[in-house]
């Protein structure tokens, strides 16, 4: 989708500072508060902006443990990985999900109060989907970088 150069200026802004008003966001994306809300609503409606959220800092909350999560399955039905997907999908702790080529079928980005809270979500999670074939973990051991900022 070809966005236009005053939607970049008013998405950038918005990345900036979601919680700023429909004025200040024209003003920086130089262009009227009712043009700029009209943009806005058309880039909800076109699925560009999928919300607005707070960033919550995952360390401050407890969550002293990243891990990027491997997870092979059986691929003998489909029944079987559209039910795993469905689980992955509900756990609170499981903060992404991808399907990937490769190792793993899905690697999951999921966080932990600590190693134990880890264990814990391996064995009383991950390890009883029925299909799960291999898992493999990988420990943060600091985040460099963490965004949800997208280029525009």
């Not at 130089?30 to 360390?59: F, H, P, Q």
């Not at 092979?72 to 609170?92: F, G, T």
């Not at 390890?127 to 900022?149: C, W």
Request: contains cysteine; proline residues 1%.
């Amino acid at each position: 989708m070809i966005i236009a150069k005053s939607d970049k200026g008013l998405l950038t802004a918005l990345q900036d500072n979601c919680r700023s008003s429909s004025n200040d966001l024209a003003a920086r994306a130089n262009m009227s508060s009712a043009t700029c809300w009209r943009k806005l609503k058309s880039l909800e409606e076109v699925g560009i902006i999928t919300g607005y959220r707070a960033v919550l800092d995952r360390e401050k909350l407890g969550y002293n443990v990243c891990a990027f999560t491997h997870v092979s399955v059986e691929r003998q039905s489909n029944e079987i990985v559209e039910n795993i997907e469905k689980e992955l999908i509900k756990h609170p702790s499981i903060m992404e999900c991808y399907t990937a080529t490769g190792d793993a079928d899905f690697v999951l980005r999921v966080i932990a109060k600590d190693m134990n809270d880890y264990d814990q979500f391996l064995n009383n999670f991950i390890f009883k989907l029925e299909g799960v074939t291999h898992v493999r973990s990988n420990i943060t051991l600091r985040e460099l970088k963490q965004t949800t900022r997208v280029p525009v």
